[in-house]
């Protein structure tokens, strides 16, 4: 059984004219390459486990009370089999129906996944990358394993109750998924052909038990990963594709919120996701502009008490319980506490995690496939131009720079200014063009701000010089 998504053109490449160049394919994307099967299916019946495709079946083809229906019926011995499909229009789900009659109390549907997706992707090495197994366990958690991460030699079996289980790569899907009362009971994964270290196929499948009467009944997902075509199937089948590795905990939240902001953006102003990119940016900026004004200014008074702080360090080093007292004694003056250092730099690092959760967000985003905005042919693949990473740099250098006007000479932070904008520049110059593009935006977008900051800490008077360890009113009430 093939697959063929018409709303998604392929974009692997092609041989394009007689000199050799290539270029995208512009057919539906196929999801299974010629030869593996949508779904295989073995039979537990007591001792015997019998291979379906070795049985011959009869087809027809009938009308259903949501769309069309394909049955498939034969016999194993004396008892009948089949197997219904019913397909439900516009939503790439197959609901299945198996019923064998007869079957031995303990008898199970053994059903094997893909063994292999096939890419539509430019970049096929990098679509092979991804590919992995994931299943959400009853419990609600959901493990994903990489097809590279499989020994061809060992299976790995999970035996706690799972609700569904997926072959994906980077933008498309096959997931089964049984009904919450009668999960799959086992899962079972094996690696595949190896070459030249790339893994490209597995053995994996799901034993889903028969009832009493013979029957079981899952559900086939064969399409995207679109976030919220998924989120209404429901079972977490959104988070098929779990983001951040080891730090999915934090950045998942933070890539299921970005996504759902650019999606109402996205729905709400109808612009190409380009300018969704652009104007998510601003706002995160504006939205964040309060506290960061808070946190400048904090810094500011962090600045001028730093000559009063010292000098105390310096009068009580050989008592540390009188300095404390000192120190807390000029924070309370000056309404601030020790924290107040910490709480001035957290707000600044506020839209770091929503950086990094664009960054996982980009890898596996379908909505972002393909999508052209302004010179960039596809904000989900990196700039041909290199325009917006030297754009992001030079936006990052320009924020830095502006903003550290009027402050006191700092040889670090002067180096700083200089080799973090490069460092960044060459680390992004191969992600996705559309993360440089908000990254940039964010840089931009901020400048306003960076300017009146160095504006205000312009008119702040210049802290007299400390004399002899003691801060600057004490020496006046000296003299």
Not at 147 to 167: H, I, N, Y
Not at 183 to 206: C, E, M
Not at 209 to 232: H, M, S, V, W
Not at 393 to 401: E, K, Q, R
């Amino acid at each position: 059984m093939s697959v063929v998504l018409d709303s998604y053109p392929s974009r692997r490449p092609t041989i394009g004219n007689p000199k050799g160049l290539t270029r995208e394919s512009r057919e539906p994307s196929e999801l299974l390459p010629p030869h593996v099967s949508l779904a295989r299916y073995r039979l537990a019946l007591g001792r015997d486990t019998i291979a379906l495709d070795t049985v011959p079946f009869r087809a027809a083809v009938k009308d259903g009370p949501t769309g069309t229906i394909v049955s498939y019926t034969g016999a194993i011995g004396d008892r009948p089999v089949a197997i219904d499909y019913a397909v439900v229009p516009d939503s790439f789900v197959l609901h299945v129906s198996a019923n064998v009659t007869g079957a031995p109390a303990g008898s199970a549907l053994l059903i094997g996944l893909p063994r292999t997706l096939r890419s539509n992707e430019p970049d096929t090495l990098d679509d092979i990358r991804h590919l992995a197994v994931s299943y959400r366990l009853g419990s609600g958690d959901i493990e994903s394993v990489a097809f590279s991460k499989l020994d061809s030699t060992e299976v790995r079996a999970e035996t706690r109750p799972t609700q569904w289980v997926a072959t994906r790569n980077k933008y498309f899907l096959v997931a089964y998924r049984a009904p919450a009362k009668t999960p799959f009971s086992t899962v079972q994964l094996r690696g595949g052909h190896r070459s030249d270290k790339i893994v490209n196929d597995v053995i994996a499948g799901a034993v889903l038990p028969l009832g009493a009467d013979g029957r079981a009944t899952f559900d086939i997902y064969a399409g995207p990963q679109d976030f919220e075509r998924l989120q209404k199937l429901g079972s977490d089948l959104d988070q098929v594709n779990p983001y951040g590795g080891f730090l999915r905990g934090l950045v998942q939240p933070f890539a299921v919120i970005v996504m759902r902001v650019l999606l109402w953006i996205k729905r709400t102003t109808q612009l190409n996701y380009g300018w969704v990119l652009v104007l998510f940016g601003v706002i995160i900026r504006v939205a964040l502009w309060p506290l960061q004004q808070s946190a400048m200014r904090t810094s500011l008074k962090m600045q001028r008490l730093q000559p009063e702080l010292q000098a105390l360090q310096k009068r009580y080093s050989d008592d540390p319980r009188k300095q404390q007292e000192a120190i807390m004694k000029v924070y309370k003056d000056h309404g601030m506490s020790p924290l107040s250092p910490l709480m001035g730099c957290l707000p600044m690092l506020l839209p770091m995690p929503i950086l990094f959760a664009l960054y996982f967000v980009f890898q596996n985003t379908i909505e972002f496939r393909g999508v052209p905005f302004l010179w960039l042919p596809d904000i989900s693949l990196k700039d041909p131009f290199y325009i917006t990473p030297v754009l992001m740099g030079l936006s990052m250098f320009a924020t830095t720079w502006i903003g550290s006007r009027n402050m006191p000479p700092n040889p670090q932070a002067k180096m700083m200014m200089y080799m973090m904008p490069v460092m960044l520049t060459v680390f992004f110059v191969n992600l996705a063009s559309g993360l440089n593009l908000y990254y940039a935006v964010q840089n931009i977008a901020s400048i306003p701000q960076q300017w009146l900051l160095a504006r205000e800490r312009a008119k702040e008077p210049t802290p007299a010089p400390v004399v002899r360890g003691m801060p600057a009113p004490a020496q006046k009430r000296r003299t």
